[in-house]
């Protein structure tokens, strides 16, 4: 019978069908971070379990590194003692870890696949709900919480309730400017920041055939946003040319046998699908969402949602978000000044990313109004990026070019917005206080979309922008 | 691992109002930054507590004591932190009833022994009237009969089934159940063409 891909890596990893009714699910890749991993590791030790497979646990540190002075001991005391906690339990089980001597530090979701770690077929589990994105292989990838990061440390297992799958298909051809963010943040503003509960999103159709690794990376890392906890793109040419000849990636003979089993997994032709959805990729324009969810969102040349001439049930949401926003309904979205420009997270600060918003303030200069950083997402993003100079394109703009880490998009170290101050932001939640003041205010979009703000020092429409200058 | 059957929560409810309440506004990051959970709960709603005033019902004394949590769609949407469900949990709250939840934030809070119960849009407005209407309103959340009652109301309640049974039989806390077949687990792993090796 012709199957998804979520069915083939589903069945593939079952254990078995406990006596409840969820499914006993082998985890073929377990990856942590400093944040939700020391209190799995210590009721661990409360209950005298240990490690079973610690060769299935891959460590890095992302959420609370300083992306300026990374000399240890931090100067950042209680981010030292996480870091350390995380240094003594994966010496203690025996779990291989990536820190910030070993030049392949970065945010989990942005080292696991460049060290060719992530792979199609797997699955993945890590306590950060954005694991979505190694989806992007055709692996089966999504967050947990650290009790069952404790679950998958003791047993490499996790019990799960099946999931239903949304094929999206997004078919047609991307304007000039418009970008996989874009894609991504238009199907969270037609399907809702809820409409993924319960399912997993397959992302199929020219555009997500065409796109990069970096693009897909993109896409399924924003499944969670539309409240999907699993998203992916089935493998193909793409996934497997990507991973030849990374680090952790089969080598020589056995790649090819690899990519044999890694193209199977596709869903195949007449698998049914318990819901589908078209998009057509020519109507979507530069997106920037202008509220507290990132369902809430307009293309850069509309205006926002006026509350009086909405139903009654969504007016209450909107004025709330526009309230705190200090925004008024009805006004264009461009022209929004900014006071903070952060090109970073797991969302897209990949080469690509960099590259994309290096070519919009390429010869121009941050407005004197904005603070800019760029935190690529890696140290090997971050070495690949200065191979090719990028990093004095933003640093003659007057950006600031900084370490690796999640920094800005969730302010656990020291960068973080100040009082009410605006961001033009390429990471990917836009919840009150998330960007570390409790009175911040976020505004998503593309990494081209937040150069082009940096320089306007507003929001402005990249594509007649990069015409303009 | 310790068995404790869930059955039934009674108490006087805390109503938490508003769509797509996502988990930094439940425990903001900054908070995050700690290698235990203890002392979350005095953060609990940190900077919606701040922004409300007194108006926030976590700032009304009246509520203090409350064993559940009533709110509304998608709550606990966003980031997977379980810091979210440990500060509600280690405030007090026993059990929440709302009208959806993230799925993320379900599963953690069924880890914690939290039952999440969903309700109609009406029926979640309809307890949160009740517990504003008059805080000490005592309500019973009874996972035997599915309903979430007042002395004067009775609204059906709904759980998925393995996690009803889990706390119905206390078998919530999976650890144990997923280390009684090691040797299946094994078979599993040396299956696996990325485990075994790319013969």
């Known amino acids: 019978m012709p199957s998804t891909l979520l069915e083939k890596v589903w069945n593939a990893h079952a254990v078995r069908k406990l006596p409840n009714g969820q499914t006993q699910l082998f985890v073929g890749l ?35 590194v300083p992306t300026k002075d990374q000399r240890r001991p931090f100067l950042d005391v209680m981010a030292e003692d996480m870091l350390s906690a995380l240094e003594r339990n994966c010496r203690e089980a025996g779990v291989r870890m990536f820190d910030l001597a070993s030049g392949s530090q970065g945010i989990v979701h ?42 998958v440390l003791a047993s490499q297992c996790l019990a799960l309730e099946p999931l239903k799958v949304r094929r999206i298909r997004v078919d047609g051809q991307l304007g000039s400017g418009v970008y996989a963010k874009d894609v991504i943040l238009e199907i969270i ?11 997993a999103y397959e992302y199929a159709g020219d555009v997500i055939d065409n796109m990069s690794m970096d693009e897909r990376m993109t896409i399924c890392n924003m499944s969670i946003e539309g409240g999907a906890r699993v998203g992916y793109v089935n493998p193909d040419d793409t996934t497997v040319e990507y991973l030849r000849g990374r680090r952790f990636a089969p080598q020589g003979d056995e790649f090819e046998r690899a990519a044999v089993w890694w193209r199977s997994l596709a869903s195949d032709g007449g698998a049914s699908f318990q819901d589908e959805v078209s998009i057509d990729a020519g109507a979507i324009r530069p997106t920037v969402t202008w509220g507290i969810n990132p369902g809430q969102s307009v293309y850069v040349d509309e205006r926002l949602p006026k509350p009086s001439t909405l139903p009654r049930e969504e007016r209450e949401a909107v004025e709330e978000a526009l309230t705190f926003m200090g925004l008024a309904g009805g006004d264009p979205i461009a022209g929004t000044r900014i006071d903070v420009a952060f090109v970073g ?15 919009v303030i390429q010869g121009q200069h941050v407005a004197p109004t904005v603070r800019a950083l760029v935190v690529p997402g890696s140290q090997a993003v971050r070495d690949a990026a200065e191979r090719e100079g990028l990093h004095r394109v933003f640093l003659s703009a007057g950006f600031e070019w900084r370490g690796a880490g999640c ?63 | 691992m310790p068995i404790e059957k869930i059955l039934a929560v ?17 425990i903001p990051a900054r908070f995050l930054r700690s290698v235990s959970f203890d002392g979350l709960e005095r953060h609990l709603f940190e900077d919606d507590r701040a922004q409300a005033g007194e108006s926030h019902p976590l700032s009304n004394p009246a509520y203090h004591g409350a064993t559940l949590l009533v709110v509304n769609a998608n709550f606990g949407c966003g ?32 880890a914690l022994g939290l039952p999440c119960v969903t309700v109609t849009p009406e029926a979640a407005t309809d307890l949160q009237s009740a517990a504003e209407g008059e805080p000490r309103t005592s309500f ?24 009803r049974e889990g706390f119905l039989d206390g078998s919530w806390d999976a650890t144990g159940l997923l280390l009684e077949r090691y040797t299946e687990v094994r078979h599993v792993a040396d299956r696996l063409p990325y485990l075994r090796g790319w013969r």
């Open chain 1, 30 to 64: 377990h990856l942590i971070h400093e944040v939700t991993s020391p209190q799995a590791f210590d009721m661990l030790r409360g209950r005298g379990g240990q490690v079973m497979f610690p060769d299935r646990t891959i460590a890095t540190v992302d959420h609370i």
């Open chain 1, 110 to 151: 942005v080292v696991g696949p460049e060290l060719g770690l992530t792979q199609p077929g797997m699955t993945i589990a890590c306590g950060d709900s954005h694991t979505s994105t190694h989806g992007a292989f055709g692996a089966v990838a999504f967050g947990i919480g650290t009790s069952q990061v404790r679950d």
């Open chain 1, 189 to 199: 503003r037609r399907l809702g920041v809820n409409g993924g509960v319960g399912y």
């Open chain 1, 345 to 359: 997270s797991c969302t897209n600060a990949r080469l690509s990313d960099l590259r994309e918003a290096a070519r």
């Open chain 1, 407 to 469: 920094s800005m998009c969730l302010a656990m170290n020291q960068d973080r917005l100040e009082g009410r101050e605006v961001c033009a932001s390429s990471s990917n939640r836009n919840f009150k206080g998330r960007q570390g003041s409790p009175v911040g205010r976020t505004l998503l979009m593309s990494p081209a979309m937040v150069a082009a703000a940096a320089v306007a020092g507003e929001i402005v429409d990249v594509r007649t922008f990069s015409r303009a200058h």
């Open chain 2, 10 to 26: 009674s108490g006087t409810a805390l109503p938490v109002r508003g769509t797509n309440i996502d988990t930094d506004r439940i």
């Open chain 2, 79 to 110: 980031s997977s932190r379980e810091h979210a469900p440990q500060a509600i949990r280690r405030r007090g709250i026993r059990a929440v009833v709302g009208e959806s939840f993230s799925e993320i934030f379900f599963g953690n809070s069924v």
């Open chain 2, 140 to 163: 019973t959340l009874d996972l035997q009969t599915m309903t979430i009652s007042t002395a004067t109301v009775s609204f059906p309640a709904h759980l998925p089934a393995a996690a």
